[in-house]
């Protein structure tokens, strides 16, 4: 016997015998496989009628998904470095979807393939470009490569140790884990927070590599973070729907899983504006370019709909604790959220794509146009605009965000199947399993 | 004691578990004007007692919806109408300038509206309570769970409620002057 023999954690087993502690042998296989196949031929279909906006559409569908595993990774040390008691059974969940980390290490080959299309403004910049040649000391290919080995270690050796150890806790029923991995989530954190700031200015704020803003971290964070809770909300109430999780997530989780989507609803908003009014107020040419870049080809529109998709609906709809406590409404919000996600993903890239023989000459003209076509004003410039927007949209720029988004269901589902579907002897279990919101 | 009006029947409990089940035998036996003094919040108490839900929410919507209408009156009138002034080329009235003054305005009568709300839909402030009559309801503050039954309660009997709420496990059971 072990000295911690004797203070081990009580078992779900013990604490509520009705929950179905594994997914049955063979359960949920279709589906996994059928995700998976979904996925791939989404992407596959993608890639043979994109050419080279492939990789513009890849790139939309990669941050988009990735943002999800990265949430996962984040929330689950967030509930260890809190302590946090109620959200245990959903954590399992999140460790699930960070697995998928090592399968999105993979899918990073198609960007590493496309690099020079996506990349092209610092891979191949204009000689007298002294913007782009001060900056070449973190834009050159060689360290770029070097940090996408770098972020991917980080956030697979942290998804890999957080999960290893809850998994561990499940036979070993040892309350020293939890103390450990709360101590190991607060330089996780730091890491994490690093990282994923400059994985955003690495892979969407270079791809116009004059701009700059330091937010710009938090802002894809903020956005990443939101659709990680829409993706769990929708993922444990499918599961629920095949009799998995029942009585492990409940209402009372699902209303708290509604709460922090709406805050960082609101915290996506914060991020965001915080960085528009600042560039607005400031009135600097290299970085009011960005978004006048942003207001042509339809996709002002896109900006409108991000205010009122993105914020003003999201808020006002998730705001009533009845919507959040009902299945269906609360469904309905985390669908609308992923489907703005995905909008706010090709805001942030799409603009840049094709723009590569534009220099500043043809820059001006298209703001004169712009301001031709200004005289339209509120419903009528916004149609217009969409109108312009659907003109210039591939299918790819959807497909690719639905076809990563299904894999990323199938790696779930992978890691799943093979685990426990809660922390079974998790110190805190009993009160996840009988948390109630006042 | 001037005035021999009764306010109602206090009881005292010794665990959160008690009051909690003594408030579903009070509400299932048909009590509804009854109240919960504990010296922390009970999970699920509220529902034991079948308190409705709060109007508060209510109130603070109200009150942020009047900040940001006020707000951008408030900015319309002063900067887009009655002093326009032009400051480095931004038009006057421009909606992102208005933004974190309008935020502000929500906060600040939504935080006013959350705090006197709830005042006001606790009848507070006031200095007196009948039930600080009872002789160990300090204690609500520190070890003891009490449970009250007004006397406006239709079911309310000054012999039969005593009773009633003895046999539950209250302790102290003593009815209360106006």
Redesign the interface.
Known sequence: MTATAHMTAPSLQQLAPTIVPKVKDGDLATAQLGALVLGAALIGGAWATGGERFYFSYLVGYMGVLGICLGALFFTMVQHITRAGWGICVRRLAENIMGALPLMALLFVPIYVGFDHLFHHWVHPDPNDHLVAGKSAWLNKNFFVARIVIYFAIWIAMAFFFRRASLQQDENGDPAVSLRLSRVAAPGLLLFALSVTFAAFDWIMSLDPHWFSTIFGLTYFAGAYMAFFAFTILMAKWLGKRGYLRGAITVEHYHDLGKLMFAFVVFWTYTNFSQYMLIWYANLPEETRWFADRAEGGWGAIGTLLVFGHFFIPFGFLMSRHVKRNGVTLSIGAILLLVVHCFDMQFLILPTAGSHEQGPAEHGAGHVANAAEAVETGIARFTHDFGTYLHGVHWADFGCFVGLFFVLVGATLWNVRRANLVPLRDPRLAEALHFQNF | MTNNTKWGVVAEFDSAASIYHAAEKVTHHGYTRVDAHTPF?V??L?RALRQGPSPLGWIV?CCGATGICLAQLMMWWMNGHDYVFWV???TPYAW??T??ITFECMVLLSGFGAVFGMFGLNRLPRLHHPIFRHSTIWRATDDRFFLSIEATDPKFDSRETVRFLESIGGKHVEIVEE
Do not use: A, F, L
Request: proline residues 25%.
């Open positions: 919040p999970h699920g509220d919507v480095s080329g931004k992102p300038s933004i974190p």
